[in-house]
């Protein structure tokens, strides 16, 4: 029961019309392996650049636990409210290990998954965060052509994953819960100055005064980097995802970021600068697997390891023949 293909620009015509089933496929040839779907995506998504890049990408992060799905689901729907069209996605470099996403997952937000201006889709499945992300980023291009004006990318807080989000959003929020007055222990220096802004989220049911001191504590660690690139001081808000508290507060102090970035062109600087880091990085990581799949090297680089085991050679030596018989 081979589906009769479809062509790219059936596809472009279909995407740019705002049809959502179009745009799932095209999404699944973006996160294919198969080398002539490959081919297809790269053609839509070229055709469908002209009619993308007018939203604002926003990445949300924070551990297990941290209430991300209930903060997307209240914040989609205030969107959806005010007449955006929302489109979720997602960064999970784990799912390639446990093969079933958690994030994104429709199951764990269940208004915003019926609302029709509103569009998830659950992490792609890759052997890399590189990978999981490029597609991740392709599959925002598609969603912008497809009308999307907002697009969530939502990600959890290991490893690299922030970064690689961080690289492909326009505002990086950051969701905490407050502890016992410890907020910044085990937190990483590098997600704090990504941050442009911190929600510290559950401030409700008796909460409310950890959260607040919590806010205080934030506030002055901000206030100790320098200032960003962007001239924007980083904030920190409060928030009940649950009882849909503080919700329109965040989204008015990412429409004043958005007003105050495209004013200075910081916005159109960014995104240019993430166009050529993509551009590298994606060099790299295609360089590198040609590299490593490569069966010639396979071999030899076994060759290289068992002589670097008995001492006949040096690994900057065995690493100069490997790459010289590439
Ligand atoms: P995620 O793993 O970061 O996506 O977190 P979830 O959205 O799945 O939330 C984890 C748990 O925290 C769930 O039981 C939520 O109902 C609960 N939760 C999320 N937001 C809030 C909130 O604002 N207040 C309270 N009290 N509970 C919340």
Redesign the pocket.
């Known amino acids: 029961n081979r589906r009769k293909t479809t062509s790219t620009e059936e596809f472009v015509t279909q995407i740019v019309a705002g049809n959502i089933p179009f745009l799932s496929r095209a999404i699944t040839l973006v996160e294919s392996t198969n080398p002539k779907h490959q081919q297809q995506a790269n053609e839509i998504l070229e055709a469908c650049l002209p009619h993308a890049n007018k939203s604002v990408r926003i990445g949300i992060t924070?551990?297990?636990?941290?209430?991300?799905?209930?903060?997307?689901?209240?914040f989609g729907k205030h969107l959806t409210s005010l007449g955006k069209k929302v489109a979720v996605l997602a960064v999970d470099p784990s799912s390639s290990i446990n093969k079933g996403s958690?994030?994104g997952d429709k199951t764990?937000m269940e208004e915003l998954v019926t609302d029709e201006n509103a569009f998830i889709r659950p992490s792609p499945s890759g052997t890399s965060l590189g990978g999981v992300a490029q597609k991740t980023r392709e599959s925002i291009i598609l969603c912008e052509a497809a009308g999307f004006d907002t697009i969530i990318i939502?990600t959890?807080g290991v490893g690299q994953s922030e970064t690689a989000v961080h690289s492909m959003t326009d505002f990086f929020l950051l969701?905490k819960l407050a502890g016992a007055g410890d907020e910044l222990q085990g937190i990483k220096r590098g997600i704090i100055e990504m941050a442009d802004a911190i929600v510290i989220?559950?401030?409700?049911?008796g909460?409310e005064k950890n959260a607040k001191l919590a806010k205080v504590e934030f506030n002055r660690a901000l206030h100790l980097y320098p200032a960003k690139e962007s001239d924007w001081q980083p904030k920190v808000l409060l928030?009940?995802?649950?009882?849909h508290?503080g919700i329109d507060a965040i989204y008015a102090m990412i429409e004043e970021y958005m007003g105050l970035v495209k004013k200075s062109g910081y916005f159109q600087q960014k995104r240019d600068d993430q166009n050529n880091y993509w551009l590298l990085e994606t060099i790299n990581q295609q360089l590198k697997s040609n590299f490593y799949n490569n069966p010639k090297i396979k071999e030899l680089l076994q060759q290289e390891i068992a002589k670097l085991e008995n001492g006949k050679t040096t690994p900057f030596t065995a690493a100069k023949r490997l790459l010289e018989n590439n």
């Open positions: 924070g551990v297990p636990g941290v209430g991300k799905s209930t903060f997307i689901e209240a958690i994030l764990r939502e959890v969701l989220n559950k401030a409700d049911s909460n928030a009940s995802a649950l009882h508290q």
